[in-house]
């Protein structure tokens, strides 16, 4: 199952950079550094209603951008550090592809989720709080 799911998001990973001409080391921190982090910035910046963590990241990445004269290279340099530290979990009986697995899919899917959950939660809340407001009225 591990092996199985890595495969598949290295394939991917690999199949979606090249259809945009990108390496597959480019298209990993694409997705892991640009993408997923975009991401939950608006689903945080959703649930408290401002635009701050998505622009904050959004500047950062642009400021990244602009001033890393080979990206190719800078992103072949993150993935790895990535894989090192990845491998930081041999000692305790985690191989690259577990800790690969769990640090790059479980861990994400389990904190989108999360956060998913919480704005719903919360605009629940806020639905309630809207009809109890009415219905006082």
Known sequence: MIDATFQAVAKG?????TLINL?????NILVYFVIIP???AYII???????????SLMLIILFCWV???DLSANCDNVFYACVIFLNLF????IDYV???????????????????????????GSSELRTITRDNQ
């Open 23 to 27: 390496s597959y080391n480019e298209m």
């Open 45 to 55: 910046d959703r649930m408290f209603r401002f635009q701050y963590v998505k622009l």
């Open 90 to 93: 041999r000692p305790i009986g």
């Open 98 to 124: 577990t800790a690969s697995v769990l640090f790059c899919v479980v861990l994400p899917i389990a904190f989108h989720m999360f956060l998913w959950r919480a704005l719903k939660r919360k605009r629940l």
């Open 38 to 40: 975009l991401i939950w």
């Open 67 to 69: 001033n890393i004269n």
């Open 13 to 17: 990973l690999y199949c979606s950079g």
